[in-house]
């Protein structure tokens, strides 16, 4: 595949989790791929079976939601699932994958049609969501942004106030679309 890369036994700078360190420990392969590969690729896909006459944003997304709704199913009626999913098949872990395949390529499809640079797009709500929760002010917390703004440290409820501004005025955007 084309402007991907397969690794064995070693961790590349883009794998700094502990299931790519553990992977690599164990010297499986790990196939890298990035988000403007998933584009081209669903592009691609989609071009080559005439389908980009339905991928309009508002099929993409009720797509995605489709897809979001199947997620859903492997995890209802099931409780609370501890990280690393213990006790699960390998049949039901394969099947959370290809609907977590689904979920992330209607997301890319759905992201290109809209000309959204999904990677930028992503980086950039880090940055506001850093500021919206200042780690000495959350850790540890599951409290809602507005809790951290109305806290009596001036500068971080300045940035958090700066950084609902920002996404208020983006989501503005988002909705004329």
């Known amino acids: 595949m084309e402007g991907m890369v397969e690794e064995e036994g070693e961790v590349s700078a883009m794998d700094d989790d502990e299931d790519a360190a553990a992977a690599a420990a164990a010297g499986e392969r790990r196939l890298m791929v990035t988000l403007d590969d998933l584009k081209n690729k669903m592009a691609d896909f989609a ?25 859903s199913e492997i995890f209802q009626w099931r409780g609370e699932v501890p990280k690393g999913l213990p006790g699960w098949r390998e049949e039901e872990r394969e099947h959370l994958g290809e609907e977590l395949s689904d979920v992330l390529l209607y997301l890319v499809r759905l992201s290109d049609v809209c000309g959204v640079d999904l990677g ?15 780690a ?34 983006q989501n503005g955007f988002s ?3």
Do not use: M
């Not at 930028?120 to 850093?130: G, T």
């Open 136 to 169: 000495e002010q959350c850790k540890g917390s599951s409290k809602k942004h507005t809790h951290y703004s109305n806290s009596t440290a001036a500068p971080a409820a300045s940035a958090s106030a700066r950084a609902n501004s920002i996404e208020e005025s």
């Open 47 to 71: 071009r080559e079976r005439d389908w980009d006459q339905f991928h309009s944003p508002r099929n993409l997304l009720l797509a995605l939601v489709g897809e979001v709704g199947e997620l």
């Open 120 to 134: 930028r797009a992503v980086l950039r709500k880090l940055e506001l969501n850093a500021l919206k929760y200042p």
């Open 175 to 177: 909705e004329k679309l």
